[in-house]
């Protein structure tokens, strides 16, 4: 049987290297690997990852060399407000701080391209920021000709590859810079709709759901690329090893805190450390050698008995039509507020 990766992601502090570096001593290791230079800070509501990596980082961590900056609000839903109002502030401050080794001016070109499919609701993040950039240019005194945005679909709408579009309109309207906007995939079901990526490596339109295609960045296109993403759905498999992990964990901790003298004690809801390890012998009674295995042994076991077709299924929340059109109203807003105040000048509308 083909070989599939069950634990796909876009999201750089989400790869295997960063998620296997989470104690103290773990990230100080990482921190000190050669070639990866790692912040992780929290403004408010706001967690910062700011990864910058050369190319023997690269290597290691599994991603291209660059800069990737990561904005999570755990508690984020649909209908907050606060905690929107804080992410744009720092999605603009980000976008800020990647681009200020380019020269950008009054005079320059900027190319905002949506990728994603606007039929298919949690993938259309992209053309839905796009169609906000129509409604909102006639209202900014931004001389014509300087901002041009397209949506150019999918290769399944169109039949040519992305890619090739974005080259074609790259080599007619010669930017300076191109911001690409798209939905992106996570392996962890809680960074879902709650976090944003902002990369100047450019992007692999489908490559977090398995359907690569052609690359579109610097080295593509010959003008710098920069891809702000929201992760909007996550592998189903994942689903179901988080879910085996978490009863081994709640199990594990019960076990271990009705042997404790002060659990006679207790009089709420018992409440269980997410940090506390399994312990695998207390479960293994309950569950079999197979308590004591990885996550990478049981992606394989699922890999093994689960029909490809399963293999292939994305998972997104019920909510997707009002989290996609609020992150397209952020993506366009926080884009058009740094072009203005930074690129164009202070212009007030």
């Excluded at 681009?99 to 949506?114: D, E, N």
């Excluded at 962890?188 to 339109?205: A, E, S, V, Y």
């Excluded at 312990?279 to 093994?304: C, H, M, N, T």
């Amino acid at each position: 049987m083909e070989n599939q990766n069950l634990m796909r992601t876009d999201l750089i502090d989400e790869t295997t290297e960063v998620v296997q570096h989470r104690t103290k001593k773990e990230k100080d290791t990482l921190y000190d690997t050669p070639g990866i230079q790692m912040n992780e800070e929290r403004k408010g509501r706001v967690h910062i990852t700011h990864i910058e990596t050369d190319a023997d980082g690269a290597a290691t961590i599994g991603k291209k060399e660059g800069t990737y900056i990561t904005l999570t609000v755990p508690t984020l839903t649909a209908e907050d407000e606060e905690g929107f109002t804080e992410l744009e502030e720092h999605l603009i401050a980000s976008l800020q701080d990647i681009h200020k080794q380019l020269a950008l001016t009054p005079q320059s070109k900027i190319l905002i391209i949506g990728l994603g499919n606007r039929t298919i609701t949690p993938d259309a993040i992209g053309p839905l920021a796009i169609d906000r950039f129509h409604e909102e240019m006639f209202t900014v005194p931004i001389e014509f000709g300087h901002i041009v945005f397209y949506a150019p679909g999918v290769t399944g709408q169109t039949g040519l590859e992305t890619g090739e579009f974005v080259k074609a309109i790259s080599q007619r309207v010669q930017p300076d810079l191109i911001l690409v906007i798209d939905a992106l995939a996570a392996r962890n079901q809680d960074r879902l709709c709650k976090t944003i990526q902002i990369t100047n490596t450019g992007i692999h339109p489908g490559s977090g759901v398995g359907n690569s295609r052609n690359e579109i960045s610097f080295e593509s296109l010959g003008v710098p690329v920069t891809a702000i993403g929201v992760p909007m759905v996550v592998d189903a498999p994942v689903l179901i090893v988080e879910a085996i992990q978490t009863v081994f964990k709640v199990i594990s901790s019960k076990i271990g805190e009705t042997k404790k003298p002060s659990s006679a004690l207790s009089v709420g809801t018992w409440l269980r450390s997410s940090e506390e390890p399994v312990d695998v012998e207390a479960i293994k009674p309950i569950f079999g050698e197979w308590s004591g295995w990885s996550s990478g042994e049981i992606r394989g076991l699922l890999q093994e008995v689960l029909p490809p077709h399963h293999q292939q299924l994305f998972v997104t929340p019920k909510e997707t039509d009002a989290w996609v059109m609020r992150h397209a109203d952020l993506i366009q807003t926080s884009i058009l507020t740094w072009l203005q105040d930074d690129v164009f000048g202070s212009i007030h509308t």
